[in-house]
């Protein structure tokens, strides 16, 4: 919860301005942490209009944002994904911009899917990525332009991003679920409270410390099973689920995305963030993050404050 993240994190290093570039699911949430905690933050969408769009940025429609909306930031967070070709959005529109610009920190949101297959084992950052998925190797082709781009960079691996609004609970009330048993099949996750929180704590880490490992993986304690998860949700919203069907019985249905999640099995090694680094989980398991998701589903506080203008 916000309040929980106000009260964990440093406030950002002062006289900074954090712009966020693409300010859907994740983005939104750092800018409200942001916000609560008295940061300069502006944050960039495609359409004119949409909710927290402070100004306008979409690579495919060469829309930049203004000299006066650039003007003066200090950190910047990318949370666009690559595009068809997997080329960088950020990269091929505005690196010119961003090399001029007194950046001190630099973060882009990556996924976990770069490790590609590790048979369910766990997996850190010393890991040399296996990319099987072509959306991944597009995905480690960003991270490798981020990295050489000059910019002081810091990337961010995430696994499943969940939250308020995107959870088991919005897939369950959707009738969405698929109660699927692939043996030793695990998942790894993190909330939203975790992404903001984390991005924080390695911003005042990078400007007060100079300690700033470019590779970190942002993941929850726990990987764990589909079943596990839907269950607990189900529990928490007191209903039943459909049956548990074995996996090769469901693939045949499924899509080919859903399909490709089911291909890779691995386990997200968070021990560089938490034990190296020191940063507190808000959610050190999807129940904590479920209870959370749950509150804030009975309150209404996703459909109606979720996005603060
Ligand atoms: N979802 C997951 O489980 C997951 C897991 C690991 C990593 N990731 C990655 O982590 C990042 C954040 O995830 P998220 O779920 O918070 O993302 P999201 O809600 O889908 O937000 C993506 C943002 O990128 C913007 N965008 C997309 N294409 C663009 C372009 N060509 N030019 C300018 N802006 C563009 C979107 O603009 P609009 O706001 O106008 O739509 C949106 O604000 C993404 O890169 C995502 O791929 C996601």
Redesign the pocket.
């Known amino acids: 919860m916000i309040k929980d993240l106000v009260n964990q994190c440093e406030p950002l290093p002062s006289n900074s301005k954090l712009l966020i570039l693409?300010?859907?699911?994740?983005?939104q949430h750092v800018a409200n942490l942001a916000k609560q905690m008295g940061a300069n933050v502006i944050c960039s969408?495609?359409?004119e209009g949409?909710p927290g769009a402070d100004c306008i940025?979409?690579?495919?429609k060469q829309k930049i944002p203004s000299e006066k909306a650039l003007s003066e930031v200090t950190h910047v967070l990318s949370?666009?994904?690559p595009?068809a070709e997997g080329e960088d959005?950020v990269l091929i529109s505005l690196k010119k911009e961003l090399k001029n610009m007194p950046l001190q920190w630099v973060g882009y949101?990556s996924?976990t899917g770069v490790y590609g297959d590790c048979k369910g084992q766990w997996v850190t950052e010393s890991d040399l990525p296996k990319p099987q998925l072509a959306r991944s190797t597009r995905r480690l082709g960003c991270e490798q332009a981020w990295q050489t781009s000059g910019l002081p960079i810091q990337i961010l691996r995430?696994?499943?991003?969940y939250g308020p609004g995107r959870s088991a609970i919005e897939n369950i009330k959707a009738g969405k679920t698929k109660m699927i048993d692939k043996p030793g099949q695990v998942f790894s996750r993190i909330h939203i409270d975790d992404i903001a929180g984390a991005i924080f704590h390695l911003i005042n880490l990078s400007t007060k410390k100079n300690i700033k490992p470019t590779i970190v993986n942002v993941a929850d304690n726990l990987p764990s099973t589909n079943i596990e998860v839907m269950q607990y949700a189900a529990s928490l919203m007191n209903i039943s689920l459909p049956p548990i069907e074995p996996f090769q019985i469901a693939a045949p249905t499924m899509s080919s995305m859903a399909l490709s999640f089911w291909q890779e099995n691995r386990k997200v090694s968070n021990n560089k963030l938490c034990n190296e680094l020191g940063y507190r989980l808000i959610h050190s398991d999807y129940k904590s993050g479920l209870k959370d998701c749950w509150l804030q589903n009975k309150s209404n506080i996703f459909s109606n404050n979720y996005f603060m203008n």
């Open positions: 693409g300010a859907g699911f994740s983005g969408r495609r359409k949409t940025f979409d690579s495919t949370c666009i994904p595009d959005p949101l996924t995430l696994p499943g991003i």
